[in-house]
């Protein structure tokens, strides 16, 4: 490297006190970056990649947080223990930042204009006028369609897109020489991902400066990084450039990480098999009610008119950008919303079904949910959790015997059958979600709707979960409904996809036909941006 | 671990942890100890403050006269009906052939010294430490028999209201909709009724005692609780848990009972100490305005009314205010201890 580098952060540790005694969360960190390069910081959650990004803007609380070791240098200056002035004109003057959810990063109360003008005024004294034209030129170069107008906005009166490109504006008002990137596209859908990405490019050839990208998304890496540093457990444990790390990654850990994107296709079901689920023409409509009277003034058609039909050991992916209506059609489907149309289970019309004569058939028809935090009791211990379908439908001849199913369903999804005994608050996510199936499977179900279950798991995790859901699969005979955004992990999973947008199905056909060949140009865009994370057919998506 | 049991029953690490927590918050822990302690000796209040003696020997045999009632007789006296122990002439009978143990405070709850000399109401002295009322009797023995009387009082009127007013709230945030729309309107109404009028007209036509206190406060009081159960159960039966209970086929009663009740209880719990306060605070102010407890009850509202009619002896008034005031505090410091205690940013970590 010839340049000096614009940030060099040399065997940095960062530890937090507490009554209980310290704790040493990230051990002797070393990096740098150039001016103008993109280093990417790769790990999953509880890497230590976060802190260690705050910390180069000494932004973490200290105390309880300290540094027993290492310097943090921005241009040849220290900025461990320098004088809050000091830091103060840096932040947001010369490294700027940006966060994962664009709803919290920005005040509620305050307009658009007073967002991105506030630093403008602190660290330039601009007066009003000439912030206001600033901020007007910083939301167009932005890409905020219709600036002038949005500047009285307020964030939620704007998209996550829009929300993203306002907050990257307020973190480029001051032209700053690096910007620190926090999982800035984790919450966004794929389309809108691939549009905030290739700003970033854009707007950082523009104005040369360098980026500091972290992230748990390998695909995100190898799009925007020159380099990057492969975090675990606190430590470094890989630095290279990004082409050479992912064609020879050296590190065992790098190799799980770059193994565990989901690949490999679902083997065919068997043509004849019977078929499971059946529905067709479902609709879910919300009323939208005005006026005095709350009379109906129309509809949000969250599901409008869509049939499908799953085989025994087949999987039906759903898939669609956040309100789309697939989780809203897989709760149809499960009689969990009151819709319209006919759902057939096994030959059996269960559409006009009361909830009485519906229960027996609860037990063939399961769900897991996304958030393995929110689906389970955190007041009952997981054995309980999984016993209680057992008792609803009286499963088991007395407690010895269903301590047997419980622990024989505990041991299939990869759990210590021991694990009865403790709370969900003592297991890891990964662990939560296999604690989930369990409870679904423990019924012997002939369909399970998966409602985004491997979205909210680290890499690594995800890749052992839908391995998981394979087996179980193939050992069972199961149905699966399968509802993502994301489209590798139905890719590996799926006979056919469904692809939805605003309730209606925008193509649906056997997953590799539909993944090759798509149809329609919004399924191409969809594709476009979720496996080359590239902006195809800007008419197709929404902003 | 030696402290992960309490009364035999395991308990879970987030337990463990209110309990630390508790236990850091020393004034609300003192305060839980010192409580008890005044609650589990007002328990025993016939054998602190009574008028009869805990034990008689008299020519060779013992007597219990606080657990059994004797006629005069039996110590050689006249009458067959029960001496009054506090005669100086019963006194002298029994110390003719043997001896009487008296209680500390040898007043009873109704006894009227008629052997003190001092105009009524008379001034704290050896004889009456806090003095007495307008009508003889020991203020501090009454003192005591009232707190018993108010703690029993809130804990039942805590206990009833609670058990409404979490049925009430579950059942409104569970089933939601027109049906919770309905019932907040009705306890918004009903709120708005002057509650004291309509406790003073419903004492006015029932003789009141403790149970028909109990029923007309409870008309009122059991609203406190609904809101906090409500929004619990409004935010929980959304979440995922509570509808994979449903995907099980699990009936309505079974999730509210099993999955979301035991999450609610919390938020209730943390309101208990100060529903017990207002609950205390509510028999009161209807024993100052003579509508609360028979007359001759021992009542802290009743020592409050006689301070207020008799100025010139202030002993009656700070005495009872006094006591008011350390149960309240006392209560409110809990309080304050088990809402730090459940405090999920202090519990979670």
């Not at chain 1, 990405?197 to 799009?223: F, N, P, S």
């Not at chain 1, 008792?391 to 990869?414: C, F, K, N, T, Y």
Request: hydrophobic fraction near 45%.
């Amino acid at each position: 490297m010839t340049q000096a580098p614009l940030l060099q952060v040399e065997n940095l540790a960062i530890g937090f006190r507490s009554s209980a005694g310290d704790r040493v969360v990230v051990k002797g960190a070393s990096f740098e970056i150039a001016p103008g390069e993109t280093l990417a910081l790769v790990g999953e959650s509880g890497s230590g990649k976060s802190i260690t990004a705050l910390s180069v803007m000494q932004l973490l609380q200290y105390p309880p947080a300290f540094h027993p070791t290492g310097s943090v240098l921005f241009k040849g200056e220290e900025m461990i223990g320098a004088p809050d002035e000091k830091l103060r004109s840096i932040r947001g003057g010369e490294i700027a930042m940006i966060f994962q959810e664009p709803m919290t990063s920005l005040n509620p109360l305050h307009t658009i204009e007073r967002q991105v003008s506030e630093s403008l005024i602190l660290h330039r004294g601009m007066n009003r006028e000439a912030a206001r034209a600033r901020t007007l030129e910083l939301l167009e170069k932005v890409g905020l369609r219709d600036a002038e107008s949005r500047l009285g906005a307020y964030p939620h009166q704007l998209s996550g897109g829009q929300r993203q490109r306002v907050m990257i504006a307020t973190a480029l008002a001051n032209e700053p020489s690096l910007l620190i990137a926090d999982e800035p596209t984790t919450a966004l859908d794929v389309t809108i991902q691939a549009q905030i990405l290739a700003l970033l490019k854009d707007l950082q050839a523009e104005m040369g400066m360098a980026l500091l990208l972290i992230t748990h998304d390998l695909g995100v890496v190898r799009k925007m990084s020159q380099r990057l540093c492969v975090m675990k457990d606190g430590e470094i444990v890989e630095t290279g450039d990004t082409e050479t790390v992912f064609a020879a990654p050296a590190h065992p850990y790098t190799k799980t990480l770059i193994d565990s994107e989901p690949r490999g296709r679902k083997e065919p079901a068997e043509e004849e098999a019977p078929v499971v689920l059946e529905a067709s023409d479902v609709k879910v409509w919300f009323p939208i009610k005005a006026g005095v009277f709350r009379h109906t003034v129309g509809h949000v058609k969250a599901v409008d008119g869509i049939s499908v039909s799953v085989r025994e050991g087949e999987t039906l992916g759903v898939v669609g950008e956040s309100g789309s209506g697939k989780t809203t059609l897989g709760m149809a489907l499960l009689r969990l919303q009151p819709s319209t149309g006919a759902i057939r289970f096994l030959d059996q019309d269960i559409a006009d079904l009361k909830r009485n004569a519906m229960r027996p058939l609860r037990r063939e028809i399961q769900i897991v949910f996304q958030d393995p935090f929110s689906s389970l009791s955190p007041r009952m211990s997981v054995g309980q959790i999984v016993e209680e379908g057992l008792m609803i439908h009286g499963l088991g001849e007395g407690s010895a015997e269903r301590v047997q199913i419980v622990e024989s369903v505990l041991e299939e999804v990869g759990l210590d059958p021991e694990a009865r005994h403790r709370y969900p608050h003592e297991f890891s996510g990964g662990q939560r979600q296999r604690i989930s199936i369990a409870r679904a499977l423990v019924l012997k179900p002939r369909l399970i709707v998966l409602d985004e279950p491997t979205s909210a798991l680290d890499m690594t995790v995800q890749a052992q979960i839908v391995e998981l859901l394979r087996g179980l699969q193939r050992a069972h005979g199961l149905a699966y409904v399968f509802i993502s955004h994301d489209l590798k992990v139905v890719r590996a999973l799926a006979d056919d996809v469904l692809v939805m947008r605003n309730g209606q199905v925008m193509e649906f056909g056997p997953c590799d036909r539909v993944f090759d060949h798509p149809e329609t140009d919004y399924t191409r865009a969809l594709m476009t941006a979720a496996f080359d994370l590239e902006v195809a057919g800007t008419d197709a998506v929404s902003q | 671990m030696a402290d992960d049991r309490l009364f035999g029953r395991t308990l879970t690490p987030m337990t463990q942890r209110r309990l630390a927590n508790f236990r850091a918050n020393k004034r609300g822990y003192w305060s839980l100890w010192i409580f008890l302690g005044l609650f589990v000796l007002s328990l025993f209040a016939e054998l602190i403050a009574n008028d009869k003696p805990l034990v008689v020997q008299y020519d060779g045999a013992f007597y219990f006269p606080v657990v059994q009632s004797y006629p005069e007789t039996t110590f050689g006296g006249v009458l067959r009906t029960e001496p009054d122990y506090a005669d100086p002439a019963v006194k002298q009978l029994i110390s003719a052939k043997g001896w009487a143990l008296y209680p500390l405070i040898p007043y009873g709850l109704r006894t009227v010294d008629f052997w003190s000399r001092e105009a009524l109401p008379s001034a704290p002295s050896a004889r009456h430490w806090l003095g007495t009322d307008d009508q003889g009797r020991d203020v501090l023995a009454r003192l005591i028999y009232g707190f018993r009387i108010s703690v029993l009082f809130g804990l039942a009127l805590t206990l009833v209201s609670s058990v409404v007013g979490i049925t009430a709230g579950a059942l409104q945030g569970y089933f939601g909709g027109l049906f919770d729309l309905i019932f907040q309107r009705v306890i918004e109404i009903w709120q708005g009724i002057p509650r004291l009028y309509v406790l003073i007209i419903f004492a006015s036509f029932v003789e009141p005692n403790f149970w028909w206190l109990l029923i007309i406060l409870l008309f009122f009081h059991w609203m406190s609780l609904v809101s906090v159960v409500r929004a619990e159960f409004l935010r929980a039966r959304n979440l995922d848990y509570a509808r994979a209970a449903l995907a099980l086929g699990a009936s309505d009663a079974s999730i509210m009972y099993k999955h979301l009740l035991p999450n609610a209880m919390v938020a209730a719990l943390t309101f208990l100490p100060f529903v017990l306060n207002s609950a205390i605070t509510a028999l009161t102010s209807l024993d100052f305005l003579g509508f609360g407890l028979p007359p001759g009850s021992a009542s802290l509202g009743e020592v409050l009314a006689q301070g207020k009619s008799n100025l010139q002896a202030p002993w009656l008034g700070i005495s009872g205010f006094l006591v008011l005031a350390v149960m309240l505090s006392l209560l409110i410091f809990i309080g304050e201890a088990v809402r730090d205690a459940f405090d999920p940013r202090k519990s979670m970590g």
